[in-house]
């Protein structure tokens, strides 16, 4: 299965890069995803609603306009973008990772919350969440306060994990989304609830469905 994704914000050619070797490891047998930039006209960074929107839009143009070959298209970002507005409306799926990752904590039955590098992201990930049906099911998002370099920064990221998976755990939550489709987290980092990589998770599903 080759799959088409496009980053949400511009990315420069290392981060593109180190985006699309992260895909490369993640990837089970059968499934490639080929990252594109989305391109100098979209945000460097999702820092407001205003920045969620126009990334948005900039997503779903470049999806419908998704060359041929491909057998799916994704969106590189955790917020969906697109997703549901063109879910059944392309002759390939658009998978999203919220999607498939929360749904898998829907449907599996275990309680899940998020994390998020701010209060804009946070907000659009309990929409996203309300889209899908499952509002009950996510008990939270805690912010954690980050600038959009933390995203390739582990160990500033995973620094900043503990005292907001912990006070998730408290709610009862058993999964904690890590709200970022880029961000890797130490496996030695020790929290009170499981942290998912939404890619992780995503992809490991899309290879056993294929």
């Known amino acids: 299965m080759r799959i088409y994704a496009v980053t949400p914000i511009h990315v420069d050619t290392d981060e593109l890069a180190r985006r699309q070797a992260r895909y490369a490891a993640l990837s089970p047998p059968g499934v490639q995803v080929l990252l594109h930039d989305i391109g100098p006209d979209a945000p460097r960074a999702l820092d407001t609603d205003g920045q969620v929107r126009d990334s948005e839009a900039l997503v779903i143009d470049a999806l419908k306009g998704a060359p041929d070959g491909f057998d799916a298209l994704l969106p590189d970002c955790v917020l969906d973008p697109g997703v549901a507005d063109l879910a059944g409306t392309l002759p390939v799926p658009v998978f999203g990772l919220?999607?498939?990752?929360?749904?898998?904590?829907?449907?599996?039955?275990?309680?899940?919350?998020?994390?998020?590098?701010?209060?804009?992201?946070?907000?659009?990930?309990?929409?996203?969440?309300?889209?899908?049906?499952?509002?009950?099911?996510?008990?939270?998002?805690?912010?954690?306060?980050?600038?959009?370099?933390?995203?390739?920064?582990?160990?500033?990221?995973?620094?900043?994990?503990?005292?907001?998976?912990?006070?998730?755990?408290?709610?009862?939550?058993?999964?904690?989304?890590?709200?970022?489709?880029?961000?890797?987290?130490?496996?030695?980092?020790?929290?009170?609830?499981?942290?998912?990589?939404?890619?992780?998770?995503?992809?490991?599903?899309?290879?056993?469905?294929?």
């Open 98 to 210: 919220l999607r498939l990752s929360l749904g898998w904590s829907v449907l599996t039955g275990r309680k899940s919350a998020a994390v998020a590098r701010n209060k804009a992201i946070a907000d659009e990930i309990l929409a996203r969440a309300a889209v899908y049906g499952w509002s009950a099911d996510l008990l939270g998002v805690e912010v954690l306060d980050l600038d959009v370099h933390a995203i390739a920064d582990t160990d500033r990221w995973a620094g900043t994990l503990g005292g907001a998976v912990t006070t998730l755990a408290g709610t009862g939550a058993r999964d904690v989304i890590n709200g970022c489709s880029a961000v890797d987290v130490p496996a030695d980092v020790v929290l009170p609830a499981r942290v998912v990589d939404p890619t992780a998770l995503a992809l490991r599903l899309i290879g056993a469905g294929r």
